[in-house]
């Protein structure tokens, strides 16, 4: 079997399991752990991005960060703008355009941080 068939296999499973798909494959032996960690296979995924502008594209295919927390210290996925999924095939959980609580997990760490929120109106 040649990397490249491999590799389409193996993309197969993140597309069904998600983001988790990930750390399992890459602890299944070296061989997957190191397709898996190519940036070109990490970048795959998700979204059909062919279906999109390139514009389209610049602007939102971004990667999420891993993030610690300013209040909790808790690691948690930092989204920039753009949309948010959990790696699964067709599954998006939403779209982003601005960052409420930036640095933060969730509105609870970002309000007993002492900051006030008030949604953003438009
Ligand atoms: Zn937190």
Same mark, same amino acid.
């Given at each position: /079997?040649?990397?490249?068939?491999?590799?389409?296999?193996? /993309?197969?499973?993140?597309?069904? =399991?998600?983001?988790?798909? &990930? &750390?399992?494959? !890459?602890?299944?032996?070296?061989?997957? *752990? =190191?397709?898996?960690?190519?940036?070109?296979?990490? %970048?795959?995924?998700?979204?059909?991005? !062919?279906?999109?502008? !390139?514009? *389209?594209?610049? /602007?939102?295919?971004?990667?999420? %960060?891993?993030?610690?927390?300013?209040?909790?210290?808790?690691l948690f996925k =930092? &989204?920039?703008?753009?949309?948010?999924?959990?790696?699964?095939?067709?599954?998006? *959980?939403? &779209?982003?355009?601005? %960052?409420?609580?930036?640095?933060?997990? !969730?509105? =609870?760490?970002?309000?007993?941080?002492?900051? *006030?929120?008030?949604? %953003?109106?438009?």
């Amino acid at each position: /079997m040649t990397p490249e068939i491999l590799r389409n296999i193996l /993309m197969d499973v993140v597309k069904e =399991d998600g983001d988790v798909a &990930f &750390f399992r494959l !890459s602890l299944t032996c070296r061989l997957f *752990h =190191d397709l898996v960690s190519e940036a070109s296979f990490r %970048k795959k995924g998700v979204v059909n991005w !062919s279906a999109y502008s !390139s514009n *389209h594209k610049e /602007m939102y295919r971004v990667p999420y %960060k891993l993030t610690n927390c300013l209040w909790c210290g808790d690691l948690f996925k =930092d &989204f920039p703008p753009g949309y948010i999924g959990d790696g699964k095939k067709a599954i998006l *959980h939403g &779209f982003s355009v601005i %960052k409420e609580f930036e640095g933060y997990c !969730s509105a =609870d760490c970002f309000i007993c941080d002492g900051n *006030h929120y008030s949604p %953003k109106e438009n």
